[in-house]
C-alpha cells in the first residue's frame, strides 16, 4: 500500500512563531487532505488539496503532487493550534471503486506555548 | 461542525458486554466510513460504506459488526470485545464522487473494554 510520512513528529513553538509540516507519499494521488486534530480526538478538516496552493487565514498549504508531497505552513501561531496534524491520501486506483479509502500517516504533534 | 454526530461519545465495556455505536451525518452523502484510531497508532481503515452496501472490510475481526440501514445513518456493533480494541472509533462522510471526495469526520466514540 501507499507509504505516507509526516515530518518532523513533535514540535514546540512559541506563540507568534511560524512552521512548516511535511507530508511525503510514495504514489501518485487522486486524493489528499490535511485535518487538525483536537485535545478532544475531533478532526477537523483544513484543506482539501490533491495539487496546488491554498490559503485559509493564517492556515496555507501546498502540494506537489509530481514530486510526491505536500506542506502545511501555519503562520503567527496559536495556543489554540496545538494538537495533531494528519495528512491522509488516496491513490487513484479507488477512482474505479466505491468510496474513498484515505491513508493517514503518523501525524505532527504541535505544542504553542504561551 | 455538527454535519457528523457520534453516540455515544464515551463508552466503558465489559468482555462480555454488546453494544453499538451509532453514526448519523446531515451533509447529504451517499459514502460513511469506520476508523480505529489506537493510542500512538495513525488511523485505520475498518469499514467503507456507498450507496448503503459494504464496499470494503479491511479484514476486521467478526466481533465488529457494521450496519447502514440507510446513507445516513451508520452503526458498529460490538460483541465480545478484547481489551486491546480501546480505541478511539471515528465515523466519517464523503460525496462519492469521481473529482471530490473529502471526507468529513463526527467526534468520535472513545471506546475502554476492561
Known amino acids: 500500500g501507499i507509504q505516507v510520512e509526516q515530518s518532523p513528529p513533535d514540535l514546540i513553538l512559541q506563540e507568534g512563531a511560524n512552521s512548516t509540516l511535511r507530508c511525503n507519499f510514495s504514489d501518485s494521488v487522486n486524493n489528499l487532505q490535511w485535518f487538525h486534530q483536537n485535545p478532544w480526538g475531533q478532526l477537523i478538516n483544513l484543506f482539501y488539496?490533491?495539487?496546488g496552493t491554498k490559503q485559509n487565514g493564517r492556515l496555507s498549504a501546498t502540494t506537489v503532487a509530481t514530486e510526491r508531497y505536500s506542506l502545511l505552513y501555519i503562520s503567527s501561531s496559536q495556543t489554540t493550534d496545538s494538537g495533531v496534524y494528519f495528512c491522509?491520501?488516496?491513490?487513484?486506483?479507488?477512482?474505479?471503486?466505491?468510496?474513498?479509502?484515505?491513508?493517514f500517516g503518523e501525524g505532527t504533534q504541535l505544542t504553542v506555548n504561551p | 461542525e455538527t454535519g457528523v454526530t457520534q453516540t455515544p461519545r464515551h463508552l466503558v465495556m465489559g468482555m462480555t458486554n454488546k453494544k453499538s455505536l451509532k453514526c448519523e451525518q446531515h451533509?447529504?452523502?451517499?459514502?460513511m466510513y469506520w476508523y480505529k484510531q489506537s493510542a500512538k497508532k495513525p488511523l485505520e481503515l475498518m469499514f467503507v460504506y456507498s450507496l448503503e452496501e459494504r464496499v470494503e472490510n479491511n479484514s476486521v475481526p467478526s466481533r465488529f459488526s457494521p450496519e447502514c440501514p440507510n446513507s445516513s445513518h451508520l452503526f458498529l456493533h460490538l460483541h465480545t470485545l478484547q481489551p486491546e480494541d480501546s480505541a478511539l472509533y471515528l465515523c466519517a462522510s464523503s460525496q462519492d464522487d469521481d473529482s471530490y471526495n473529502e471526507q468529513f469526520f463526527g467526534p468520535g466514540t472513545r471506546l475502554t473494554v476492561l
Open positions: 451533509l447529504g452523502h451517499n459514502a
Open positions: 488539496i490533491p495539487s
Open positions: 491522509a491520501v488516496e491513490r487513484p486506483f479507488y477512482q474505479e471503486t466505491s468510496g474513498s479509502r484515505l491513508t
